[in-house]
T-cell receptor, first 114, second 112 residues
Framework: DGGITQSPKYLFRKEGQNVTLSCEQNLNHDAMYWYRQDPGQGLRLIYYSQIVNDFQKGDIAEGYSVSREKKESFPLTVTSAQKNPTAFYLC?????????????FGPGTRLTVL | KQEVTQIPAALSVPEGENLVLNCSFTDSAIYNLQWFRQDPGKGLTSLLLIQSSQREQTSGRLNASLDKSSGRSTLYIAASQPGDSATYLCAMLSNSGYALNFGKGTSLLVTP
């Protein structure tokens, strides 16, 4: 069954903690993305990766970090420097960044700061 | 930067009606435009992808059109059903970018 999985579904963070959100895909896609969704706003790009061992900052990268050591995995770390991390986080992938390719999304992780 | 606007923000219709959701964008230099569906608390499901050279795409009761010259796309839903209730998002990939630019969505409620 091909697709994108995200874990956990719900995540709670205390002030000052770093937390890591998992994103895995078995679609053999080269490009992967992290978006943040807040109520009443469109999705905003945090980071994207076009290929293994390479990633680029999106519009709201401050307070977040990523790695891309494997093609199928693109974890996102929300650091204590992110002042307002409560949001719904969505991971996506496509064959290649840019171009004419359809983008697919995972089920999301809801992060709440206690 | 590409700006994407979706009108209306919310829409309520009785079951069986045909309806149109609108999406406008400011930069016509795009690779493609995608329409997504999002159920509450869930991820996005891709409905239709229109390449920049295409004018429309159809899937079942859904039809999406693209007019780059006017910076508009519409999603037409025929014979709406309560199961169509969800938020519909449009997004496009600009020629100058690597990630989608999203509108804020239209929240659709189809009442029995």
């Amino acid at each position: 069954d091909g697709g994108i999985t995200q874990s956990p579904k719900y995540l709670f963070r205390k002030e000052g903690q770093n937390v890591t959100l998992s994103c895995e895909q078995n679609l053999n896609h080269d490009a992967m993305y992290w978006y943040r969704q807040d109520p009443g706003q469109g999705l905003r790009l945090i980071y994207y990766s076009q290929i293994v061992n390479d990633f680029q900052k999106g519009d709201i990268a401050e307070g977040y970090s990523v790695s891309r050591e494997k093609k199928e995995s693109f974890p996102l770390t929300v650091t204590s420097a992110q002042k307002n991390p409560t949001a719904f986080y969505l991971c996506a992938s496509t064959w290649a960044a840019g171009g004419y390719n359809e983008q697919f999304f995972g089920p999301g992780t809801r992060l709440t700061v206690l | 930067k590409q700006e994407v606007t979706q009108i209306p923000a919310a829409l309520s219709v009785p079951e069986g009606e045909n309806l149109v959701l609108n999406c406008s964008f400011t930069d016509s230099a795009i690779y493609n435009l995608q329409w997504f569906r999002q159920d509450p608390g869930k991820g996005l499901t891709s409905l239709l992808l229109i390449q920049s050279s295409q004018r429309e795409q159809t899937s079942g009761r859904l039809n999406a059109s693209l007019d780059k010259s006017s910076g508009r796309s519409t999603l037409y839903i025929a014979a709406s059903q309560p199961g169509d209730s969800a938020t519909y998002l449009c997004a496009m990939l600009s020629n100058s970018g690597y990630a989608l630019n999203f509108g804020k969505g239209t929240s659709l409620l189809v009442t029995p």
